[in-house]
């Protein structure tokens, strides 16, 4: 893999990422007040997740053959 598509795969990465964080964020906030989260909280963070994890294990697997 050219080292362009390891640094677009690192800006994948981190979009997850802030996606991910965005969504824990709303979860924490609504547990601070006792409240439940919607149902469409908890799938958007369970999605968000496993974008998270997919996009990290790609990246991953690629610096490992690169590097």
Same mark, same amino acid.
């Given at each position: 893999m050219i080292r362009i598509e390891i640094d677009e795969l690192r800006k994948r990465y981190e979009a997850a990422f802030e996606v991910y964080r965005g969504h824990t964020a709303k979860l924490i906030?609504?547990?601070?007040?006792?409240?439940? #989260?919607? #149902?469409?909280?908890?799938?958007a963070e369970e999605q968000a997740l496993y974008e998270l994890t997919r996009i990290r294990r790609e990246l991953l697997d690629v610096l490992a053959r690169t590097y």
């Open positions: 906030e609504h547990s601070k007040g006792g409240g439940q #989260p919607t #149902p469409q909280d908890l799938a």
